[in-house]
């Protein structure tokens, strides 16, 4: 239903944008999210019909609100007169005395810790975001997740009534608890760029991972991690048209067109880091440590003038905070840039326990290289290509491979065409656990 | 209010025809300190004990009976208890303050009440 009329486009994202907001107020009243989602779907499509010929109503979000609750009623009713209960009808029918606008923000909050509850997988959570936070149709999100439609809807299905059988609650978590539960959204919407942000055709992902970060710090603007993994986005994402050649091949971070580098998300990024640290002065939030990192290669003007030695620090208090081998992996690049490719060798092979990581393997491979160590590099070069990567990643480990065999097959032992450009820092993205 | 069954899943235990003193008394400590979510629940024999009955052919059929547990896992089922909880917040809260999840796993499932 694609309109090039840019007045029906507008009305269509606007009745889409309010949409999501009705239903997290929805689900408060009926305390059903499948119902909830039904009404609110029938609203929606009833104001695409109706407002192009009667104009646009001058409270666009009441309207679909108060349409949506009569739907819901009407649902209830149908079902009731099925079963022959009567009692739930009864409650919805009470219009809800005139609701503070706080009010809405809260139903958002409430929904967004309920979609990203820790009794659901992480995949689910990632599934249930973009479906139930972002508004996107099952196909949508199957699309977006590469995961076939059908399997796609049975695992949106299966969540919504594991919320509503056990009773996973729609509230904000307590002041003790809202820490580690933030923690847990912040990982869904990082998975969720993630996800997006390693493929070439992974727009809607990631955009849809910043559209959610941004909802977060418009509803908790004080909170560290909100604030770190806005800015983590946002440094990330600012590389992103130049991450991978028009044939979907891996550009690593040393090679990419700073100059088409995204400016204006870089300055918002770098100033959400300074609030971020300025807001957790004792223990930084690792995901401002991490944004603190991005901000180092986006603020350099050259691969050549990263200030590796800042990087290092930031792994250093990193490790502090957040102590885990890909971390660990992550900080020995950095130490190979500063000290040298041997005390970077020293790291990985401390790190043994990520062997069936092909990063691991990878990382090792180019630091090889760096060593002239090419029959190593080759064999490291395979391990990592044995073990499961992305196909991007896949491509890219594979050509460094096939570079080194051309050289060697040249007769030459000399490796300088690949130890001269600094690539293995983009190559192994940052994850929190 | 919703009823959950908090399924305790941990290695065989044989605690005889009753518990070792220390486990009794934490399981004691728990049952007072739950006391108001509480609705029911019982320990079990080990599986070394167990017969697991099949009726071959459906209703009616020819009843088989195997000696030992439904499945052979290192974590078997060593008892449940019943939990009336507002939400799976609390249950998973409750469930945390069972002995058995300190050293195995508890389940915790929605109860099915039937009206």
């Known amino acids: 239903m694609t309109s090039p009329d840019p007045a029906h486009a507008a009305l269509v994202r606007l009745v889409r944008d309010e949409g999501r907001r009705v239903l997290a107020t929805?689900?408060?009243?009926?305390?059903?999210?499948?119902?909830?989602?039904?009404?609110?779907?029938?609203?929606?499509?009833?104001?695409?019909?109706?407002?192009?010929?009667?104009?646009?109503?001058?409270?666009?979000?009441a309207w679909l609100t108060l349409t949506a609750r009569n739907r819901a009623v009407d649902l209830v009713r149908r079902e009731s007169a099925r079963t022959g209960k009567e009692a739930e009808a009864v409650s919805l029918l009470e219009p809800p005395a005139n609701e503070p606008p706080e009010m809405l923000r809260d139903d958002q909050l409430r929904l967004v810790f309920t979609c990203c509850h820790p009794a659901l997988a992480l995949e689910t959570q990632v599934a249930l975001a973009l479906h139930t936070l972002c508004g996107l149709s099952t196909a949508e999100v199957g699309r977006a997740l590469l995961v076939p439609e059908a399997t796609m809807s049975k695992r949106l299905t299966r969540a919504k009534q594991k919320i509503a059988r056990a009773h996973i609650p729609y509230r904000v978590p307590d002041a003790a608890e809202l820490p580690d539960r933030l923690h847990g959204v912040a990982a869904t919407v990082y998975l969720l760029f993630t996800e997006g942000y390693g493929r070439a055709d992974g727009a809607t992902a990631a955009d849809e991972a910043l559209r959610l970060a941004r909802l977060l710090h418009g509803l908790m603007p004080d909170e560290p991690a909100v604030l770190g993994l806005l800015a983590l986005l946002l440094l990330q994402d600012s590389r992103r048209s130049t991450r991978f050649t028009a044939a979907g091949d891996a550009v690593p971070l040393a090679d990419q067109d700073r100059a088409r580098w995204h400016r204006p998300s870089i300055t918002e990024g770098v100033v959400l880091v300074g609030e971020g640290l300025r807001r957790s002065p004792g223990r930084p939030d690792p995901y401002v440590v991490q944004a603190a990192i991005a901000a180092c290669h986006a603020l350099a003007p050259t691969s050549c003038d990263t200030d590796w030695a800042a990087v290092l620090s930031w792994y250093d208090v990193l490790l502090t905070v957040h102590d885990t081998p890909v971390v660990r992996l992550n900080r020995a690049v950095a130490v190979g840039e500063c000290r040298g490719p041997q005390a970077a060798m020293a790291e990985l092979d401390s790190l043994a326990t990520l062997s069936g990581y092909p990063l691991w393997h990878a990382t090792r491979a180019e630091l090889l290289v760096r060593l002239e160590r090419v029959d190593e590099a080759r064999t490291a070069f395979d391990e990592a290509l044995a073990l499961p990567l992305g196909e991007a990643q896949?491509?890219?480990?594979?050509?460094?491979?096939?570079?080194?065999?051309?050289?060697?097959?040249?007769?030459?032992?000399?490796?300088?065409?690949?130890?001269?450009?600094r690539r293995a820092s983009e190559s192994i993205p940052t994850i929190l656990g | 209010m919703t009823l959950y069954a908090a399924l305790i899943y941990g290695a065989e235990l044989d605690r005889g025809d009753g518990s070792p003193r220390e486990m009794s008394s934490e399981y004691a400590e728990f049952g007072k300190a739950a006391a108001a979510v509480i609705r029911g629940g019982e320990g079990l024999y080990p599986t070394s004990t167990a017969t697991v009955v099949r009726v071959i052919g459906g209703k009616g059929g020819d009843v088989v009976t195997t000696d030992g547990p439904y499945?052979?896992?290192?974590?078997?089922?060593?008892?449940?208890?019943l939990l009336e909880c507002a939400d799976l917040d609390e249950a998973i809260a409750t469930a945390a303050r069972i002995p058995g999840a300190w050293h195995g796993a508890v389940e915790v499932r929605p109860v099915i009440e039937f009206k």
């Open chain 1, 26 to 61: 929805l689900v408060r009243h009926t305390g059903d999210l499948q119902l909830a989602e039904d009404a609110v779907q029938d609203a929606v499509l009833r104001a695409l019909d109706t407002w192009p010929r009667t104009g646009v109503p001058p409270q666009p979000r």
């Open chain 2, 71 to 81: 499945a052979e896992t290192k974590e078997v089922l060593n008892g449940f208890y």
């Open chain 1, 394 to 421: 896949r491509r890219h480990v594979a050509g460094r491979r096939a570079a080194l065999v051309d050289e060697a097959a040249g007769e030459s032992r000399h490796v300088s065409g690949l130890t001269g450009s």
